[in-house]
Every structure is written in C-alpha cells, then in structure tokens.
C-alpha cells in the first residue's frame, strides 16, 4: 500500500520524546487548532502491548453474539453495539470508566475473559489511560494554561471497534462522519487496513493510512467547547477500501465528572474571545447529541451563547 509515509506526512506528528521542547508545544497546539488531529509518536504504551492488546481485542471481538450481548451499557452507548441499520458493517465492545478497576473488571466477567487476556486488558487500560491524561495535559499547556491538574479524574469510555468489510462493501461507509463528543481521543488504527478519514479545515477529506506503532490522537466537542472554539473537533468517517476485517482500539477521555461543568477557562475569554458557549455538563450534552441525532458536532451550535 505504501500509505503509511504518505499518512504520517499528511496529519502532523507530534513526538513525544521532543517535550518539553517549546516547538513541540508549538506543533501541539498548531495540529489541535488547525486539524484536530495527529499522530502521537514515541508515546508511553510500549510495542509489544499494542500488538497483544490487538489479538486480545480481535478474539473477543469473535465471540458468538449471545456472549458479546453480555456487555451492557453503563452509560448510553457505552456496552456492545451491533451492526446497524446506519453503520451495519460496524460492531464494537466497549466500556466507562476505564480509569475504574472495577469497571475493566466487570468488562471482562461479562466477556468471560480469560486470565491472560484479563491482565492484558488491565495494562493497555492503565497505559493508555496515563498517555491520554498526559496528552491532554501537554495540550492544556501549549495553550498557556499553568495547572492543568483538573484533567485528573476525568471519566473516560473504551470502545473496541470491528469493521466487518467484505468484497460487496468495498467503496461503502464503515462508520458515519461524526466528532467525537469528548475531550480527547487516543485511538489504536488498525495497523494494516486503512479506511478512516479526516476533514480538513477547507472541508475535503483525507485519508489517515495506518503508521504502525504509533497513536492516533483526536479532538473532540468537549475540546471545542472547552477552548472557547480554539480548539478543532475534528470530523471523521471510516470507509471500506478493502475486503478484510478492520480492527480499531478508541480511548476517549470525555469531559468533566458528572455534575462539573464544561466551560472555557478564563484565560480564553477576553472582549475579543467573548464566551461562545453556554456553561453544561458533559452528560447533558451526551443525552442531546443522542436525542437530536447531531452527530457531527452541529450540537455544539446548540449550546451557543445568545449574541
Ligand atoms: O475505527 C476508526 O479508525 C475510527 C473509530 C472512531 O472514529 C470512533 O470510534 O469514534
Ligand atoms: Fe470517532
């Protein structure tokens, strides 16, 4: 295919073995801003996680349906999701919290996890779960804010995704275009089958190709919101180019706990930057992307200030 060098060309790469150098804060901050999006590389989970964590995931991604209908919601949408009537080459798993023990655990019970696959689970969790925290922090900071220690403690949703492509679905939708509704996104791509992409600032899209070994990062509504719309939440879709199975690894760190309130914080606002969005919860918002079907960030316009 030869994608992956175009790919890391394309979306810019932010290496975190650079910080804390101020360029590389600089890069952060321009990717985020400009494209929503990048690739992370030199991150935190190690190689060898990744790929055990990919079988983990494709194997029980395989299991008969009555076994992944065990897993349940926990929040809407959080627990399995089976192919649709929109996206009906699309299955996933999934669950919230994933900074919870317990939450991974009961994850696990309900998929009859092995010991093995249980301890690999755990450690992508812990790993991924500290590498988005720390992205999201370095983002914090690149936009000048000193303390970014609220980002601690934040709820966070896992969800593992399979694309069921075939040779009749080449050149068909896999997942809808959509935002992600939260802060931040870290997601695995599938190393070898590509099929997700991005819309740039002028409204075309790109093709994000795989580039093994690294992390995809995504920005979310929660982002736009958050940064009084500096911020780009940036749309994505998945498409089939190929008859295989596409496996996909989504970390998303959401917002604020329950009742905390997404707002920008002042250092955002000013008489130039007045204040664009109306103060919410992130599972306000949740409930109305759900109720009004905006899944392309145009709930966001919902909650603009009156002008
Ligand atoms: O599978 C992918 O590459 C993208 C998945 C995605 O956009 C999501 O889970 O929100
Ligand atoms: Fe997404």
């Known amino acids: 295919m030869g994608g992956g060098e175009e790919d890391c060309r394309t979306i810019p790469a932010i290496d975190l073995k650079k910080f804390p150098e101020a360029e590389e804060y ?30 983990v995931v494709r194997s029980l991604l395989d299991l008969p349906m009555e076994i992944k209908k065990q897993n349940k919601d926990v929040i809407a949408g959080s627990g399995y999701m089976a192919p649709s009537k ?22 696990c019970s309900q998929l009859n996890a092995s010991s093995y696959q249980r301890e690999v689970i755990e450690k992508y969790a812990q790993a991924v779960y500290e590498q988005i925290v720390d992205i999201g922090q370095r ?33 068909s939708s896999g997942v809808q275009l959509h935002t992600d509704s939260g802060f931040l996104t ?8 590509g099929g997700l992409e991005v819309m740039d600032k002028s409204g075309a899209f790109v093709a994000v190709d795989p580039c093994p070994g690294t992390l995809l990062v995504n ?13 780009c939440n940036v749309k994505h879709k998945v498409q ?38 109306v103060p919410f919860t992130y599972e306000d ?19 603009r200030t009156p002008s």
């Open 26 to 55: 600089r890069k952060l901050r321009e990717a985020s801003e400009t494209w929503g999006c990048f690739r992370l590389v030199n991150h935190m989970i190690p190689p060898a996680l990744m790929s055990e964590m990919k079988s």
């Open 86 to 107: 929109v996206n009906p080459l699309y299955e996933a798993l999934g669950l919230y919290d994933l900074g919870s023990g317990q939450a991974v655990d009961s994850f």
């Open 139 to 171: 983002l914090a900071k690149s936009l000048g804010l000193a303390d970014s220690d609220y980002l601690k403690g934040w709820p966070c949703q896992f969800r593992i995704n399979k694309y069921n492509f075939t040779p009749e679905s080449v050149g």
């Open 186 to 193: 870290i997601l695995q791509d599938d190393e070898g089958v």
């Open 219 to 231: 920005l979310g509504d929660v982002a736009k919101a958050w940064s009084n719309g500096r911020l």
């Open 240 to 277: 089939c180019k190929e008859a295989t199975i596409r496996i996909s690894i989504a970390t998303f760190l959401l917002g604020p706990k329950k009742e905390a309130i997404v707002e920008a914080p002042a250092e955002f606002v000013d008489s130039e930057h007045p204040r664009l969005y």
């Open 285 to 303: 918002y949740r409930k109305l992307r759900l109720s009004t079907k905006l899944q392309a960030g145009e709930a966001l316009a919902l909650m």
